[in-house]
C-alpha cells in the first residue's frame, strides 16, 4: 500500500478530468482526497454513510451543512456527521479542499 501522497498531483489529475474531486486513500477504515471546485462551479456531492472533515487549503465561498451557511477560510476544518445534508457553494476563487471520510468514500 502507497503510504505517500503528494497532493499536488490530485489536483492537477483533476483540473483535467471531468470530475471535481479524487479520492486518493479508500481503505474499510478510512478515505481521503482532495476536491477541486472552480469559481462558481457546482458541488453535486450527496450525503455520505461516513462521517466526514474537510481541511480547506485555500479558496472562499460557504459549505451549507443542513440548512446553515458556515464561511469557507483558509487552514480552518469542518465536520459533516453521516447521513448530513452538505455542499459547497458561492465560490469566487478556485476552492481546494482535503476530505476525510470515517470509513470508505461511499
Not at 25 to 32: P, R, S, Y
Request: hydrophobic share 30%.
Amino acid at each position: 500500500m502507497k503510504l505517500d501522497y503528494d497532493v499536488s498531483n490530485y489536483i492537477e489529475k483533476i483540473k483535467t478530468s471531468n470530475s471535481y474531486f479524487n479520492t486518493f486513500i479508500n481503505t474499510e477504515n478510512l478515505a481521503a482526497g482532495v476536491l477541486v471546485l472552480k469559481p462558481s462551479e457546482e458541488d453535486t456531492q450527496e450525503p455520505h454513510d461516513s462521517d466526514e472533515v474537510y481541511y480547506v487549503i485555500r479558496g472562499d465561498g460557504f459549505l451549507k451543512i443542513k440548512n446553515k451557511d458556515y464561511p469557507i477560510e483558509q487552514n480552518k476544518m469542518y465536520f459533516v456527521g453521516k447521513k448530513i445534508k452538505h455542499f459547497f457553494h458561492s465560490n469566487k476563487k478556485e476552492l481546494v479542499v482535503l476530505y476525510f471520510f470515517g470509513g470508505p468514500d461511499s
